[in-house]
């Protein structure tokens, strides 16, 4: 009897263990990224609007490329998301005042995706934003979103600035369909 039960006992830690370890392998990131432009001589201390035209998401090939489907996502969150001054090549993002991210999607709600309220001025090139908490899997599943940027310049700037928005989003789907 003592047997039977150290043996079920056995069987149920490894099937414990097992599981967390599939689990482990349904969790990727996904990495998407595009390009807007602020045009040179914007308006200061007045919100404009930059949108980028449809983004397709790629989501099934990398969901396939991570053994999944669509249907099998759990949650999809952002991690990260970066901006980067690509031209000029000496740009920073002391021009900023404030930036906010908008992510919508076909039959979806437009959010806000990511925001920074108040941007110091380091001379940096590269800006990392606060990031939404809000699961997302319903705008990534989606074949193509849209982002729209609402942003507000503290300086006049003499030249247009080309900035990618590099999203790392975090995945999590089920294991093997359970």
Known sequence: MNYIKLFLGLTLLTTFFCCDKLDELTKFEMTLTEEVVIKSNTVINLPFYVETP????????????????????????????????????TGNFN???SIKIYMSAENEDEMVLAWLDEVVANDAGILFLETSTEDLK???????????????????????????IKSTFFVDAKILGL
Do not use: A
Not at 55 to 66: A, Q, R
């Open 54 to 89: 449809d983004i397709t998401t790629n989501s099934e090939s990398t969901f396939e490329s991570n053994n999944t489907r669509k249907d099998l996502i759990e949650s999809i969150t952002l991690t990260d998301l970066e901006l980067k001054i690509t031209v000029p090549e």
């Open 95 to 97: 021009f900023l005042k």
């Open 138 to 164: 319903n705008y990534i599943k989606s074949d193509k979103i849209t982002l729209r940027t609402e942003s507000v310049t503290d300086e006049l700037i003499t030249e247009d600035h080309h900035i990618d």
